[in-house]
């Protein structure tokens, strides 16, 4: 059975760091594109970043140079670090698995197995 698990979130102060997991079970993700996925309250949701099984990256605009995102093939899990967080951070992220070749990193189109989401919340 093929299972996302995301964890790492919590309540963080703005400019704090998280990194969030997403350990999965059932199939081995180093073959897929995996993506974190985030939905704030009252938004719809959005793309953050994906790494492909070569290791490549992709950010979205606004995640750019302050979201890492990595993979440890052995663990058989993504993370994705966070750094200098700020309110407009908060939401629920999720991690997802793509196989398909057009897939959306920005929309989540074609991603089609996901975490439980792990919720993330910046103030102070």
């Known amino acids: 059975q093929v299972q996302l698990v995301e964890s790492g979130g919590g309540l963080v102060q703005p400019g704090g760091s998280l990194r969030l997991s997403c350990a999965a079970s059932g199939f081995n993700l180093k073959q897929d594109v995996i993506g974190w996925f985030r939905q704030a309250p009252g938004k719809e949701r959005e793309g953050v970043s994906c790494i492909g099984s070569g290791g490549g990256t992709y950010y979205v605009e606004s995640a750019k140079g302050r979201f890492t995102i990595s993979r440890d093939n052995v663990k058989n899990t993504v993370y994705l670090q966070i750094h200098s967080l700020k309110p407009e951070d908060t939401a629920i992220y999720y991690c997802?698995?793509?196989?398909?070749?057009?897939?959306?990193?920005?929309?989540?189109?074609?991603?089609?197995?996901w975490g439980q989401g792990t919720q993330v919340t910046v103030s102070s």
């Open positions: 997802a698995t793509s196989r398909s070749a057009g897939s959306s990193c920005t929309t989540g189109a074609g991603f089609g197995s």
